[in-house]
């Protein structure tokens, strides 16, 4: 393969055509950005946020333009595009450059321990030198920015491997950091498929941030393992979204729909199990299924449009078989459940499942599609119960009346995030730590957490008492036992007169220079 051809989704038509990278050039990718990294680590921090604000005022005045290209590679609506791709981009680098330069600054280490009163201790956070990132279809340009931003402020080059079928998403952002001064070797792009991602991690990067499905993400974490590099899994989810009793059913039927349906259905953290207390079940489904019969499928160029099409018909025949595998096991599609050929190949109806086994694949699976499954719980407990048993840990949402009550209850939830009254958002807020728990991941990317994934600590620390002895040198002469245990009653006796008897043979030991 020497050119990967970009597909619209909705008609299935190339509109353009790329060079793939050579396989066997990956290697040299990667030696060029070490070149380069040094001096882009050199210069000051003010100084590379310049360039970002650069390329963030760049992704503003071209917004439009990304936003078209991206609804055209993944088939969302423009207007989703706008919301959850460029003003979440465009907030993230407004997070990074505001409190980016802050975070990075040297952090003073104080000690407690009266044995290194003397010690003055900093931690640095210093690049790790290259970072690879490799990345998914689903959210082209806010998931690779998202950890692409913060790596460069803090002094690293970036490889970006794109998915295959959103290259020219990529090559577009690539483009504007060109153009706001990120030099080409410090941040390339790689295109092809996962013969490209394998050749990156296997070339040595100082660490991977892969985003992509479990079963790609245990492959790239065994390759990284067996080179020592460290590596930031977000993989799949299946998040459960919980409505209880004194829930608000109108706002929750209309939250809970737009976190599956958007995307075509292909969030990692779209609500993928919904579990709905028995009081309010059939109200709450019957609101349900009015709603989801207003949703308009289309093109996502065309204005008005609320799901797009799936990203490919392989996509589509697996969703099949998880609705036909779980249907046969007697659960009921309440709406939808179809392909739409009149619209294009990969169009799907927004589907609603009841009346399911918790042991069919609708629910144990990842289901990246326009199925919602929903299923009654005999009170809060055990929808808690039902939540939590899985193999996923994404995040999940819980709606209720009770806020102070969602909140107590959101702890008990294994999961990277819970939200309260909402659902999906927090990947769209940069102060908000996202990654997962279980099978859904390793690390975090975004808010402070994700800047310090891509740093590494170095601890400076320097000795300002030259006169005093080090409790701990040699000299383990009978004779200073006792010194050495007043030492230890000096620090560490639970009663301060124990303490206070302890000082003359604790100064014994750390003022005799001679070994004692
Ligand atoms: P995928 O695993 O098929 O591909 C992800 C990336 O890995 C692509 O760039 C692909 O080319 C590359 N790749 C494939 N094989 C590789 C290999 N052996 N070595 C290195 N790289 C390789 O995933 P996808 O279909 O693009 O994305 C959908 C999945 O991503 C879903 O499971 C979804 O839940 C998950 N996802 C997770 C998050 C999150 O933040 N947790 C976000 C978005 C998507």
């Known amino acids: 393969m020497t050119s990967l051809a970009a597909i619209d989704p909705a008609t299935g038509t190339t509109f353009a055509e790329t060079p793939v990278t050579p396989v066997e050039e990956v290697v040299e990718v990667v030696r060029r950005a070490r070149a380069a990294q040094p001096g882009w680590a050199a210069r000051p921090v003010a100084e590379r946020a310049r360039v970002l604000r650069r390329f963030q005022g760049l992704l503003f005045e071209r917004r439009q333009e990304v936003a078209e290209l991206i609804s055209r590679e993944n088939g969302k609506p423009v207007a989703e595009a706008l919301l959850t791709e460029l003003a979440v981009t465009l907030d993230l680098a407004r997070y990074y450059l505001r409190h980016g330069p802050r975070l990075l600054r040297p952090r003073r280490v104080r000690h407690g321990n009266v044995a290194l009163w003397g010690r003055r201790g900093w931690v640095h956070w210093e ?168 949703l308009r499928v289309g093109h996502g160029r065309e204005p008005g449009t609320d799901v797009g099409p799936l990203i490919r018909e392989s996509q589509v025949r697996e969703l099949e078989r998880q609705l036909a595998a779980t249907v046969a096991r007697g659960a009921r599609v309440r709406a939808g459940g179809r392909r739409l050929p009149a619209l294009g190949p990969t169009f799907f109806e927004p589907t609603v499942v009841t009346d399911l086994p918790l042991d069919a694949p609708l629910w144990r699976e990842e289901v990246f599609g326009p199925v919602l499954p929903v299923v009654a719980a005999r009170d809060v407990e055990d929808a808690i119960r039902i939540a939590n048993d899985s193999r996923f840990g994404l995040s999940a949402s819980i709606w209720t009346g009770d806020r102070a009550r969602g909140e107590r209850l959101a702890r008990r939830i294994h999961a990277g995030a819970v939200l309260v009254n909402d659902a999906t958002t927090h990947v769209g807020a940069a102060e908000t730590p996202h990654g997962g728990e279980k099978e859904s991941g390793l690390g975090r990317s975004h808010g402070e957490w994700g800047l310090y994934e891509t740093c590494r600590v170095r601890f400076v620390g320097s000795d300002r008492l030259d006169l005093m002895r080090k409790p701990w040198w040699f000299g383990y002469h009978p004779a200073s036992l006792a010194d050495r245990d007043a030492f230890l009653r000096f620090a560490f006796a639970p009663r301060w007169w124990e303490r206070l008897r302890a000082i003359p043979g604790a100064l014994r030991l750390l003022l005799n220079r001679r070994p004692v």
């Open 127 to 294: 690049p790790l030198g290259v970072i690879g990132i490799i990345s998914p279809w689903n959210y082209p340009l806010m998931l690779p920015f998202g950890e692409l931003l913060p790596a460069l402020l803090s002094g690293n080059a970036v490889i970006l491997k794109p998915s295959e079928f959103t290259i020219r998403t990529a090559l577009l952002g690539a483009e504007l950091l060109r153009e706001a001064g990120v030099a080409p070797e410090l941040c390339p792009v790689l295109v092809g498929g996962g013969e490209v991602g394998r050749a990156l991690v296997e070339a040595g990067a100082d660490k991977i941030f892969f985003t992509g499905s479990g079963a790609t993400g245990r492959k790239v974490a065994v390759a990284a393992a067996e080179r020592f590099i460290p590596v930031n899994l977000e993989l799949g989810g299946s998040d459960p979204c919980l409505v209880l009793a004194d829930a608000d059913l109108e706002r929750a039927v209309s939250g809970a729909i737009w976190a599956r349906f958007s995307n075509g259905g292909q969030t990692c953290v779209a609500v993928k199990r919904l579990i709905v207390e028995q009081p309010v079940y059939d109200a709450f489904v019957e609101r349900l299924l009015r709603q989801v019969a207003e």
